[in-house]
């Protein structure tokens, strides 16, 4: 009898864990991640070969052992100048990010596979296999050329983040940078530019995603386009009064149309705590100081120990938010935009993590904690994937009624 209780214990806190054994029943039937981030040195840099053990927070074995099964990849370039130098070098940064991904899936065809539609998702998940997808961050890496959004569609980009921290040729942000010269308040929203490549998205079948733009470009891109519109990475500013989150007037429109909001996992965006903030920064640039360079570089003094340290540091003196506040703001989003209308994006390897969630291994643990907020396991699977894909086939399904009547 008393084994059974000690029986009976270790699987309530198996249960109460999210742990693998007792949750893998229960798991959605597809989750799927929208944003996270690559290293440059992915797959090139034997610390980031995703095959093996790394220190990055999503890898294939990590995929697997959390039960992550799809992941957007994140072909990112930061915001430079306007200039045909500053085009020029952020489209080699961008084909570097897409070789990256390709050498990735040819390197461990067995473990994952590119899925540029959501039958190739699920096809996928049947086999057995991980599903790769990309998503671009800033539209900046298109060169101010239209003819380069197709070149990015033929290489997988099945989403297509206007801008980034910074105003560029397609959009002002919700983060304009002095640096950049940008004025401190959007004068515009889509650009001419910005409105050809919503266009032309639409044509192709590639989502148009609006986090990071400012809301004057997010309603200007609502107007405009003929098929729901996705934010990739993005939190509810009624919960936390950030830029780069979105009003609920802006999450029901989006709903409106159709499309999904998927929360972002950066503590930043789900609990501002400016104390905790300054904290960081003081530590990066101490590391980097200690390093012998100017500025902080994530990929290179993020996973040095004393920024390890430093971090454990901090936690302890001022905790990150958790999964559960995560949900608070899935709870919001969905109360205010509908069931339908809200999925996941973690943002790792980018700035995401939370307590309880801070690498694909924790996957389960999200799930726990929307079932601990009260979403039945039909919720739980649109908002860990359902949604997404359904938005994105709508996409596909829009680009494909369009090619046939011309």
Not at 83 to 108: F, N, R, S
Not at 172 to 189: F, H, K, N, V, W
Not at 202 to 226: K, P, Y
């Amino acid at each position: 009898m008393k084994g059974m209780n000690i029986l009976g214990s270790a699987i309530v806190l198996a249960l109460a864990l999210g742990g693998t054994a007792a949750a893998a029943q229960q798991d959605p039937p597809i989750t799927l991640d929208t944003h996270v981030d690559i290293p440059f040195g992915l797959m090139h840099d034997p610390r980031f070969d995703v095959g093996k053990q790394t220190p990055l927070q999503v890898d294939l074995d990590k995929m697997k052992r959390g039960g992550l099964d799809a992941v957007f990849f994140i072909v990112y370039v930061e915001q430079g100048p306007l200039t045909p130098d500053g085009y020029k070098h952020a489209m080699e940064q961008a084909k570097q990010k897409y070789d990256a991904i390709d050498l990735m899936v040819h390197t461990y065809p067995d473990r994952i596979a590119l899925a540029t539609s959501p039958a190739q998702v699920r096809a996928n998940k049947a086999a057995g296999k991980l599903s790769a997808m990309i998503g671009v961050e800033n539209g900046y890496s298109l060169g101010h050329d239209i003819k380069n959004l197709d070149a990015a569609y033929k290489r997988g980009a099945r989403y297509m983040g206007l801008a980034h921290m910074g105003n560029n040729d397609l959009c002002t942000s919700s983060t304009p940078e002095a640096s950049l010269g940008d004025t401190p308040l959007p004068e515009y929203g889509l650009t001419d530019f910005g409105r050809a490549v919503v266009k032309r998205d639409n044509e192709l079948g590639i989502m148009v995603d609006v986090s990071h733009s400012s809301d004057q470009c997010v309603r200007d891109v609502l107007a405009l386009s003929t098929a729901p519109v996705i934010a990739s990475h993005s939190a509810a500013r009624a919960l936390d009064n950030h830029p780069r989150n979105l009003s609920d007037e802006l999450l029901r429109a989006i709903a409106a149309k159709g499309g999904v909001i998927q929360v972002v996992g950066v503590q930043d965006f789900i609990r501002l705590d400016p104390a905790r903030q300054l904290a960081q920064k003081a530590l990066q640039a101490q590391v980097a100081k200690q390093a012998g360079d100017k500025e902080f570089d994530s990929e290179k003094h993020e996973y040095l120990p004393a920024y390890i340290e430093g971090m454990r540091r901090i936690d302890a003196a001022l905790p990150p938010p958790t999964v559960d506040d995560y949900v608070k703001h899935v709870k919001h989003i969905v109360d205010v935009a509908g069931i339908d209308h809200v999925g996941v994006a973690s943002d790792f390897d980018g700035g995401g993590g939370l307590a309880g969630w801070n690498d694909a291994t924790q996957t389960r643990n999200l799930t726990a904690a929307l079932r601990r907020a009260g979403f039945s396991d039909q919720d739980i699977a649109k908002i860990w994937g359902g949604n997404l894909l359904r938005v994105w086939g709508e996409v596909e399904q829009h680009a494909a009624a369009n090619h046939a009547k011309h």
